[in-house]
């Protein structure tokens, strides 16, 4: 008997299966009721710590960087003190792919998929968050780069994993993000019964490990089938613009498309990404047309950040302040859109920006730069310093975690130096 | 041998002259756990104990793994994979660990073990639709929702995300076939829909398949919606999206499987009708095998896999420096791979060697392509032509340079190494921890000589260098675009296969003389025939076909014959 007989001889057949998940009791830590989705945002290359954060004030300033925030200090949250550990205890001198890797996962890196980047030993954050709340959505996650390090619309930033550890895919071209996310026309159910039937045939002939394999497949064709049911609504489809070295308008198609995915109740995860590494002339954190940093002196962007006055430089200073600027986008787009239950979409929506190094020419991985904006703050514009006893990263998502309700007690890498414990006054 | 005798004769020699200068109190791994000092005697039990040691809780060995680069020995001494010093390692840890006995009684032959199910690769789900619906059916490509080989390779089944694309695509290839057929009745329609799914599958359907589907047409209003339904069950079964089931079902005559594989293997596609038809009726046997390896869709896979072997399509991928190369557009990409594949397919039809695959100046040319190749050539039709003597062999043509290049540099060690590792199949472990990339001045990038001179000078850097940096120098006249610069001088040596070259032209004719070539090109077919990942006697049968095409000039059609008659037909080859 397949899942779908079975609601219908219980009487149950209006309802989607994840009714019954719902009604699993819940875990001893209680769910935050604000935080209905999480929205992780991700730059590379870290910041200039001494303009990032204003320590030393007794009441909330925003930093230079932060400034273009301002309309919203009253709904942020600036940490200081949470490190990562991880990268100093593997023995690779790939310091990029080992800070890339296991922001997300807490983890030590597994053998290396391509040279300098790596799999990972488990998922990350994002996969157990959006397994959590999306449940019922369409999708589980959705997750945008803007920028493609690698060219490609669809890209691996490194910084996503599965439960298996492999690298989960960016969509750098929202015209791309909108096809394969929201395009698919309707399906009827009963395909799906008939293809469980087929694998069920084929299912008797093969090995455990092949059977396995079919498993995971009709796990996933159920995933398909709930999204049939749960579409609320759809994002309109974004107009076709080029996605390399076009940042700033594939920033603002991005938000959009977030933005609206939240609202259609799509998904309750999302990622965004900026995923350029090197080459970009950032062009688009100046006046638009040249190159932010003399491309004669510094051949990159990367080499600009290591080689330029990193504190003073006005150039270095632009170019990070466009990612303030882009994240006062999101947060303004947030804030404009209602979600379907007609609330207001920032005050539900957990919002987390950070970077994958403190201070980007050194390659420094204490006091990483972590903002935490929208709803369910413990507390309104404030500054959380831990630097004089610092937390990992691995305390960060387990408090996250445990915010939302999962029931993990623990995340990441398992070690003598990491504590593994919730941080207080944080959600 | 004995062991003693071994050491003496073979193993201390080995060491003392590759490890001791690095392991030794006062070297460079002075840290490491392998301590020895100049004394044979004093450091044989050293030796002796290092060769069981294995990787944390995996039976890999330590000593080869670093004697190959790995576990982090970027910058000590490396052997060649598959060579004679590779052999040698290996027998020390096979004595080592008293397992001389396998170790020496190895049997070259292809590993019994059974291939798991795959998933279609995109390529093929588009040909398997044509094949069943025919080319009208083509209305845009399958879903690029793949980003890396080892990323596709690696998937235990699709995606949710995956599934979802191929059945927003799935749904507008069945719009278009639904318009196809004409039945009027419902046993024509049965007739038809049975016939397409057949193909689909690569074998006839058994009676319950044929129940299912009976029922899902029943359900629906219409005929039209009856073959909608019909075809997205079939397209989303795993019957459809996964291959090598075939051999498990019982009663099922074993050649259905052959020529799944087979077909997969030549083409990246089904079997034919006739193909299905001819086991139906016991009249298919391997002697036809020959035909298959002749034609235009063999010669597009081997273009395809030649294309995946050198890397030549991440020029799709390459982002270039908009200020540098301000007139750079997306058609140059694709007009550079598209010579390539014509290229590739050419020379299989007319002389597929690999000798001259890397020597031939025939080329495809257009009006973006004549640009970069200086010929004359106005028009933007595609026609073969001799090409000027810089682009002489497939290294030296526009996608393999501009795909091993980042928008900004050449770099030298960066092609050299992603091409060695490609063409030899060699790994290259990470450089030591000392080193960083950060270490190196800013500006504009060094001279070559001063590069080459720079790794060559220590003795850490070059244990790698030595290798990689060759090919990267005799390509160094190529810009990132693939246009040539006559005035650089870009000749070279390269040791590890003991010869001087004096450009690209000169390097690639001199590779082809080398029998590691063919053997990294005969492993590259196996696996792609046997579709896991190749044991140690694998790569030692792959190598023994490599060595023989090698030794006889052997055409790639042979070399393919004798991997499908060994690894699909299970016929013995020598």
Known sequence: ?427 | MSNTQFYEEELWPFISSECLSCHQSGGPAEQSAFLITSDQQDSEEMIWSMGIQTIGSTEQSWVLSKARGLSNHGGGMRVLQNSAKERLVKEWTARAQEELCQFETTVVQLSNTETPLVRLSPTQIENTLVRAFGEGIRAETVPAIYIQEAEYKNRDGYTTAELQALQHYFTQVIEDVSQQEECEDDSCLEEWLFSKIKILIRRPLQSTEKDIYRSAMTEAPSSEEAIQKSLMIALLSPQFLYRNSLHNIPSLPIEYDQLEKISYFLWDAPPTEQMLEDVQNGTWNTESLDDLLSGTQTSQTVARVHQDWLGAAKILGRRKDADRYPNYQIQHAQDILKEFILFNQTAYEEAPTLEYLFTSRSGWVNSTIATIYRVDHDTSDWNETLLPEERGGILSRAAVIASHTTSLHNLIPHRGHMLMRRLFCQEYGLAPNTFSIDTLPPGEPMAPQDMIAMHQSNQVCASCHTHIDPIGLAMDSYDPLGFWNSSLNTAGSFSTFSFSFSNLQDLQQQLTQQPELYQCYAQIWLERATQRQLSESDIAWARRQGTYMHQQQASIPSLLSSIIRASILDEYTP
């Not at chain 1, 350029?276 to 491309?295: C, F, K, V």
Request: charged share 15%; hydrophobic share 40%.
């Open chain 1, 1 to 427: 008997m397949n899942r779908r007989k079975l609601l219908q001889a219980l009487g149950l057949q209006s309802l989607a299966l994840p009714f019954f998940e719902a009604l699993a009791p819940r875990n001893a830590w209680a769910q935050n009721p604000a935080i209905k989705r999480v929205l992780l945002v991700i730059h590379r290359h870290g910041t200039i710590p001494i303009r990032w954060a204003i320590p030393e004030s007794n009441t909330y300033l925003l930093s230079e960087l932060l400034n273009p925030l301002a309309s919203f200090q009253n709904n942020i949250s600036q940490i200081l003190g949470i490190h990562n550990p991880i990268p100093y205890l593997s023995s690779s001198p790939h310091i990029h792919g080992l800070a890339e890797a296991s922001l997300l996962t807490a983890h030590l890196p597994r053998e290396q998929l391509v040279y300098g980047k790596f799999l990972s030993q488990g998922p990350s954050i994002d996969h157990l968050i959006g397994r959590h709340l999306s449940l019922g959505c369409p999708h589980q996650a959705i997750h945008l780069s803007i920028g493609s390090d690698e060219g490609s619309p669809i890209t691996n930033t490194h910084f996503l994993f599965d439960e298996q550890g492999y690298p989960v895919s960016s969509f750098a071209d929202p015209t791309q993000a909108f096809s394969l996310l929201f395009g698919s026309s309707s399906i009827q159910t009963s395909h799906l019964d008939s293809i469980h039937e087929q694998s069920s045939l084929l299912s008797q002939y093969l090995s455990q490990e092949d059977i396995l394999r079919l498993e995971h497949h009709k796990e996933r064709l159920f995933e398909l089938e709930q999204s049939l049911h749960s579409a609320q609504c759809a994002p309109e489809s974004p107009f076709a613009q080029e996605y390399l070295y076009n940042d700033d308008g594939i920033a603002q198609a991005h938000i959009e498309l977030l933005t609206k995915s939240f609202a259609c109740d799509q998904t309750r995860m999302g990622t965004l990404i900026f995923d350029h590494l090197e080459e970009t002339p950032m062009s688009w954190a100046g006046n638009g047309q040249t190159p932010i940093y003399d491309r004669n002196e510094y051949r990159t962007w990367e080499d600009f950040i290591h080689y330029g006055n990193t504190n003073d430089d006005p150039d270095l200073f632009q170019g990070y302040l466009w990612y303030s600027k882009k994240v006062q986008q999101l947060l303004d787009a947030l804030n404009n859109e209602v979600d379907i239950d007609g609330q207001n979409l920032l005050d539900g929506t957990l919002v987390i920006w950070l970077s994958n190094f403190e201070n980007g020419a050194q390659h420094s991985l204490e006091n990483l730069p972590v903002v935490l904006m929208g709803a369910a703050q413990s507390a309104q514009g404030q500054l959380l310093d831990y630097r004089s006893t610092p937390y990992s990263l691995a305390d960060l998502w387990l408090s996250v975690l445990q915010s939302i309700g999962h029931e993990q007690l623990e995340f990441g890498l398992r070690h003598p130096n990491i504590r593994m414990e919730m941080i207080p006054n944080l959600v």
